[in-house]
């Protein structure tokens, strides 16, 4: 069974940090991309990060580039997202999600892509101001 499960959120005061975890199994995670995305309430998800398992390439929005780092652990099958100077404004549920080919769709189009295969369940990330 594929699982890919998010951990780390919580409520922290503006400028604080947090570290989100996604945890996955049930899949080769090598093979995977992954990537992580956001949705605060009355507004769409948004593409923020993602890692390209093809050549370790990072992308990052411009939303959070400068404060927000993607980076992976092959040997726990974990990838995580530091966030760093936290805004009230990054308030949303986090979500990981995995495929294996979302790198090459975002680099033909130009931008992240969201039909990614397999999602988790998001964790809530509140930050006061």
């Known amino acids: 069974e594929v699982q890919l499960v998010e951990s780390g959120g919580g409520l922290v005061q503006a400028g604080g940090s947090l570290r989100l975890s996604c945890a996955a199994s049930?899949?080769?995670?090598?093979?995977?991309?992954i990537g992580w995305f956001r949705q605060a309430p009355g507004k769409e998800r948004e593409g923020i990060s993602c890692?390209?398992?093809?050549?370790?390439?990072?992308y990052y929005s411009d939303s959070v580039k400068g404060r927000f780092t993607i980076s992976s652990d092959n040997a726990k099958n974990t990838v995580y997202l530091q966030m760093n100077s936290l805004k009230p404004e990054d308030s949303a549920v986090y979500y990981c999600?995995?495929?294996?080919?979302?790198?090459?769709?975002?680099?033909?189009?130009?931008?992240?892509?969201?039909?990614?295969?397999?999602w988790g369940q998001g964790t809530q990330v509140t930050v006061s101001s």
């Open positions: 049930g899949f080769t995670f090598d093979d995977y991309d």
């Open positions: 999600a995995a495929d294996p080919k979302a790198s090459v769709r975002a680099g033909i189009v130009g931008r992240i892509v969201y039909d990614y295969e397999f």
């Open positions: 890692i390209s398992r093809h050549d370790s390439s990072t």
